[in-house]
Structure formats: structure tokens, C-alpha cells
């Protein structure tokens, strides 16, 4: 291989990549990032069997070819180059990266080791959805955080994607606590994946706030594709069975509300997270007791305790229940700090639904702690 590039095009498609990768002991080859050329581009690939990133580049050919290395020096050398163009040319099992005034050598593996890099070619018929760059941002960052955050329990360690009759739904759980997330599309397409956390952390470190460019995501037999320009994500799908979404949506009959603005709870939460994070007993639980249109909240922890007490807007019978205030700023920190919040209860041991007047169709479900006196 021999050919010259644009230093911060390299940088930049080789970052892309790398966030497929990460330490592997037991192969080695999995830690690596695979390029080779195609024409006058450059592919790049980095996979961990479970996730593969592909991207391309320009770059200009003079003998084409195919290497595998570590990342890690590269990219540092690299970023630290003024040279607007590198040249990268192969010497046995030596990579040479080549400037105006510096020359750098770097070991490469066997090519033959990597795992087989097919194209793609994904059909119109198997495309799902489309939808801007920053609207998946948003719906990932509003959905993400309620998933099992361990892959030990693997049918929830991941985002449900439901889609049919021009809409999509977005769904998370740790069993704990339950996001749900509608939109409407324009795709008649069906669609219901599991798609695992850690291919949507790597997507959400891609994506950009200010970008409206189309990603599409397509399905072919157990694997899911994101495609946004000359970059592709390839994922495999969970395929154990998600749990009853709906049912928990639809199974608890409120019989009290508290209606409050986003930015009041919040602070009140905040304050008192401060002395129940550090619970023994109950980490980040707290008690509410709701009556005469007041809510008193108790926390305490070793050394301090805490109780805040504020005038509501709340109906229904009195009520004392103990809830994770940890898990209720991650969600109302989704929501803009004017919006009017609406939490809906049952009983002390029964599930909270919180949702949002500017976006109702954004609804949360967070299980009560089992209640102590404090």
C-alpha cells in the first residue's frame, strides 16, 4: 500500500471508527482498525463482531493495498502534525507515515486475521425509516438513560425501536423504571428491534445537534444498519423478547395527581439528592407524603438529613410513598425548565407516571422504593 492523504480527513474517519473498538486480550485483532483501498478511496472499518463502523475517504493511490493496526499511537501522532497531507506506505509489516520533515514507523497485524469486511449493499425494500441527524440525537439522549446499563440481563440492555401506521415508538427499561417515547413518520415501514445500549452509545457520540442530515436505518435478517453519508453502523439485533411495554402503560389506574412546573421540582430534587445519594439503606430514595396540597420530602444519610416542604397542586387522597430521586431528575432533566410536569399515583407501592404538557406522547413509569419512616 502507498498513498497520500489529508491529515485531519485521516484523524477524523479514523476516530469515526474506533468507536467500534476496544481492548481485546483474547483477540487482539479486535482492537484494531482495519483500512484498505477502494479506487481512489480509502475504507476504513473497526468491529467488535457485535458492532462494525465502515466510513470512507478520498485520498490519492499510487499502490493499493489492506492493513490492520492499533490505533492509539497513530491517532495521537497524527493529531499532533501541522502538514495539511501525510503520506502512509507499507514496508513489510511496518507502516510508514511520512511528512515534510518527520518519518514514523508502526507495526501492523495480519491482515488475514481480520475478520471478512462485505459490502453492503442495502435495497431500497429493506430501508425502515429516515430521520434527521439531530431528531435521533434527541430521541436517544430523552430514551437512553432508563435501559439496563449492565449486558448481564441482555433482552433490556437496549432501546426497543416499534414502528407500524406511521409511527414509531421508543422504548427503555432496567425493570425499575420504564421511558417510552412516540413520533410520528412518514415511513409506512413495520419495524420492531431491540437495538443493544452500546451500539446506541456509539451512534449518540457520532451524531450532531446542529445537523439535520438524513440517517437511514434498515433491516436485514438479525442486524440492524444506520447509514449517514459515507458512514455505516451495523449492528446485530437482540433477539430475546422485550418486555410488555404496553401493558405496563396501560395497567395502572391513577387516582391521584400533582400537577408542578419542571423548574420548581427540579430544584427542590436536586437539593435533596444531595443528602439521600448517599444513602446506605435506600441510595437516592427518599419519602413523599402528599396532604393539604403540600409535598414534604425526607431524606437523610449518615451524617444530615433533609426536609423540604412546598405548597402543590395535588389531588386525590393523602399520600406517603418513597421514590428514587435519582431516577426522577433523569428523566424531568430531559424537559425544558418551564414545562408543566404531571405525576400521577395510585397507591404507596404502586408505579408513578410522569409526563410533560409540551410533549405528551413522552411518558415515564418509575417504581415506588419500599417505604421506611425517616
Request: proline content about 2%; aromatic content about 8%.
Amino acid at each position: 500500500m502507498f498513498l497520500k492523504v489529508n491529515r485531519s480527513e485521516f484523524l477524523k474517519n479514523l476516530r469515526i471508527v474506533e468507536k467500534a473498538i476496544g481492548e481485546n486480550k483474547i483477540r487482539p485483532i479486535l482492537s484494531c482498525v482495519y483500512v484498505r483501498t477502494e479506487g481512489n478511496k480509502l475504507l476504513f472499518c473497526g468491529t467488535n463482531l457485535e458492532l462494525t463502523i465502515k466510513t470512507k475517504m478520498e485520498g490519492e493511490v499510487f499502490e493499493e493495498g489492506r492493513i490492520v493496526f492499533q490505533p492509539q499511537l497513530i491517532d495521537e501522532y497524527i493529531k499532533e502534525i501541522s502538514d495539511e497531507f501525510v503520506t502512509l506506505k507499507t514496508d513489510g509489516d511496518i507502516l510508514v507515515i511520512e511528512t515534510e520533515d518527520s518519518s514514523s514507523e508502526f507495526a501492523i497485524m495480519d491482515v488475514e486475521e481480520y475478520p471478512t469486511i462485505s459490502e453492503t449493499n442495502i435495497d431500497e425494500s429493506e430501508k425502515c425509516l429516515s430521520i434527521k441527524e439531530n431528531e435521533l440525537l434527541n430521541i436517544f439522549g430523552k430514551v437512553k438513560f432508563s435501559a439496563a446499563a449492565s449486558a448481564d440481563n441482555l433482552s433490556i440492555n437496549c432501546i426497543r425501536i416499534d414502528m407500524s401506521d406511521k409511527v414509531a415508538r421508543f422504548i427503555s427499561t432496567d425493570t425499575y423504571r420504564l421511558t417510552y417515547l412516540m413520533k410520528e413518520v412518514e415511513s409506512d415501514s413495520k419495524l420492531s428491534v431491540s437495538v443493544p445500549l452500546n451500539t446506541v452509545d456509539a451512534i449518540t457520540k457520532l451524531l450532531k445537534n446542529d445537523s439535520e442530515e438524513i440517517i437511514n436505518i434498515s433491516k436485514r435478517d438479525n442486524k440492524i444498519y444506520f447509514t449517514l453519508g459515507e458512514v455505516e453502523i451495523i449492528s446485530r439485533i437482540i433477539e430475546l423478547a422485550f418486555p410488555n411495554y404496553e401493558g405496563i402503560l396501560s395497567g395502572s389506574l391513577y387516582n391521584k395527581t400533582m400537577i408542578t412546573t419542571n423548574d420548581d421540582i427540579l430544584k427542590i430534587l436536586k437539593r435533596v439528592l444531595i443528602f439521600v445519594k448517599n444513602n446506605v439503606e435506600s441510595k437516592n430514595g427518599a419519602v413523599f407524603k402528599f396532604l393539604n396540597n403540600r409535598m414534604i420530602i425526607n431524606g437523610v444519610n449518615d451524617i444530615a438529613k433533609i426536609n423540604e416542604d412546598s405548597e402543590i397542586n395535588f389531588s386525590g387522597e393523602d399520600l406517603k410513598i418513597s421514590l428514587n430521586v435519582k431516577f426522577l431528575l433523569e428523566f424531568l432533566q430531559n424537559l425544558e425548565k418551564d414545562d408543566i410536569i404531571t405525576l400521577e399515583f395510585k397507591e404507596s407501592n404502586s408505579s408513578v407516571r410522569l409526563t410533560s404538557k409540551n410533549n405528551e406522547d413522552y411518558i415515564y413509569v418509575v417504581m415506588p422504593l419500599a417505604l421506611k419512616d425517616i
